[in-house]
């Protein structure tokens, strides 16, 4: 799959990248936001049920409820909507990681940070399941994003981590690996929904399963890192 060359715009913080294609700086009014909400909602839908090559600009056009030609109006071609999805998702994904600053009391902004992970993994499994799909095919589109900024905001937010642990706040844990061990507890349940179902049920989706499965994956990080899950 080729990637175009196209200019990167930078939101929320300067270590924060977000590459929306021919989108323009200018305000956008609200039925263009809404629209564009709409587009990429949907083509995260049929991206992860139909990967890249599957996916066609007609089928998003129809998941998402709009003229086809709005699609290219709004984002171009195939490749370039593709990839507005899925730096709108690595985006949602990176918000809740704002949590972690050096000045928070460590037990609350891990267990914020997992909530609001296991919340989105359950909110929007189609998001998990389009990157992971990416990923797993060598990231072609968003490699370099994910060496740079991805990179540097886990460097960032280890060096949070490590100083809590220095500290005394934590225990010793490897604060790289924490990151992964997160991602891969709080995304299987988007990801490999259809295999948590086979074990538990169809029941598995209801509120008090996902609240179940989030105390769980709660209880694990937190003993990890040295703290009472009682407490």
Known sequence: MSTPTNPLRKTRTQKRLIAIPNA?????SRIWKL?????????ERVFARAGFEGATMAQIAEEAGVPKPNLHYYFG?????????LNRVLHDWLD?????????????????YVR?????AFER??????????LLHGAPVVGELLRGELRDTVREKSRVIDGWIAAGKIAA?????LFFTLWASTQTYADFDVQIRAVIGL?????SAQRRATEHVLTIMLRACGFDRAA
Request: aromatic content about 4%; proline content about 6%; glycine content about 4%.
């Open 77 to 85: 071609n195939k490749l370039d909507l593709y990839r507005a999805v």
């Open 125 to 134: 499994p189609d998001a998990s399941r389009v990157f992971a799909n990416e």
């Open 116 to 120: 609001k992970k296991m919340a989105l």
């Open 24 to 28: 323009s700086d200018a305000p956008k």
């Open 96 to 112: 809740p990681i704002d949590a972690i600053v050096a000045d928070a009391e460590p037990r609350v902004a891990l267990e914020t």
């Open 35 to 43: 629209n564009e909400i709409a587009i990429l909602s949907g083509a």
């Open 173 to 177: 844990v490897d604060s790289t690996h």
């Open 203 to 207: 029941d598995a989706s209801n509120g």
